[in-house]
């Protein structure tokens, strides 16, 4: 198939929400609708019996056909080919999250209709306003009192300052809400509940707006639905697929990812608007080029490093976004930062806890490629050189900490412990400028960095350490 065909049916994407909001299982739906679970609920049984995951995603990697890898997962979704970033869902923040968000073309914003926009959404789609990326906004748990959801839209736009376009409008927020009115049609989709809950996709049936069939499901809420509509129509923003892309404007779905409501009307608009990988901006000596993901030659870069990610190899992966071309194993591509050339000839997705090697793969696409220290973050590699993609951003720190081994005998694996978790970005390392040689000085953007940094220093290095927060914010 040609490299044209195989880009435009890429969607690459992110899901920015606030923890609780409901990213899990919009993601395990999507799954669902792709044909690619049976049956959803996997969520909350992983819940129910006890959750040590490191990826929200763990639990869903023994269903065939799906393949993960601590930082994407790609399946099909009818013709298209969909790349789903994992951002780390913890209330804390990490650089890590920042980094990923570079490798999406696009993202998904989670609302809870109950409680609005959440800190750190405003943190996520900061960043994505700031990188320009285009942003769909799903309002979920519309099966639960909520709020209004046109003062819902008024808060997106206020708090975030994007404008916000409904392309839907639901039949209520509550108990009750069972319909969508697909604004771009002017259709009324009605959701027939099934024994199943939200297990199996829900029955859906479509009637014009003005039918009696319409009238007749909305009931006594026709009025509030009818005068709502009016107003978005008097007062609402147009919806224009240029705007949304230039990040001017955010396309509202409403939905209830638990029972399946507004799913499918929503992914069947993501997978219509979100863009496909388009030209990236990249660095050449005194200058910048675009770099074309069509005529430019393979090329990609480095968003992320993991170390130890098979406890039995120790062995470490950095995850490229392909961004030009076509990728193909045993390519021998060059190392810009390095100046030399490099064979790619372990690359690997993984499926079920199996690494899969990769045979070839396309712009958007996420590959894990073994790194014998040869790779840190924002690296490029390209088949022909001669340019560099954009660095990837760079954060102040907010937290400082000394941090010690507990017994010293374990200096050698401290060190190299510190050195290899540094390497991937997971914290980064100061030294005391007046005694280089002293204990060195962790920094952070979040809490919780400090904690993992901890947690693996101990689990993946045998290091017991001493952590002393210092004083500076
Ligand atoms: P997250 O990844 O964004 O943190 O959220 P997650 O999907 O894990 O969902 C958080 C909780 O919200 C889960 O409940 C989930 O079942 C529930 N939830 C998600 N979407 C909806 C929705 O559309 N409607 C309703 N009613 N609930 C939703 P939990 O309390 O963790 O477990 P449980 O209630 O399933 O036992």
Known sequence: MSLTTEIAKRRTFAIISHPDAGKTTLTEKLLLYSGLLRTAGIV???????KNA???????????GISITS???????????????DTPGHQDFSEDTYRTLTA??????????????ETQTRKLFEVCRLRGIPVLTFINKCDLPGRDPVELMAEVEDVLGIQASALNYPSEIGRGFDSLVDRRTNELLHFVRTATGGAKPADMTRHPIASDAAKAILGERLDSVTDALELLREAGNPFDVDTFRRGKVTPVFFGSAFTNFGVQPFFDGFVELAPPPGPRLADIPGGEIFIDPIETPFSAYVFKIQANMNPKH?????????????FERDLVVKHHRLGKDIRLSRPNTMIANSRETVDEAYPGDIVGLLNPGSFAIGDTISLKGGFEHKPLPQFQPELFARIQPKDLTKRKAFDKGLAQLTAEGAVQQLRPWDNPQGDPFIAAVGRLQFEVMQ??????????THLTPLPYE
């Not at 909350?44 to 006890?50: D, F, H, L």
């Not at 950095?318 to 961004?323: E, H, L, Y």
């Open 44 to 50: 909350k049984n992983r819940k129910a019996g006890g």
């Open 54 to 64: 490191t990826s929200d995603w763990m639990g869903m990697e023994q269903e065939r």
């Open 71 to 85: 930082s994407a997962m790609q399946f099909r979704y009818g013709e298209a080919v969909i790349n789903v970033l």
């Open 104 to 117: 999406a073309d696009c993202a998904i914003m989670v609302i809870d209709a109950a409680k609005g926009v």
């Open 314 to 326: 120790r062995d470490s992966l950095a995850f490229i976004r392909v961004v030009s071309g076509r």
């Open 455 to 464: 947690y693996r220093l101990n689990d993946e290095y045998g290091v017991d």
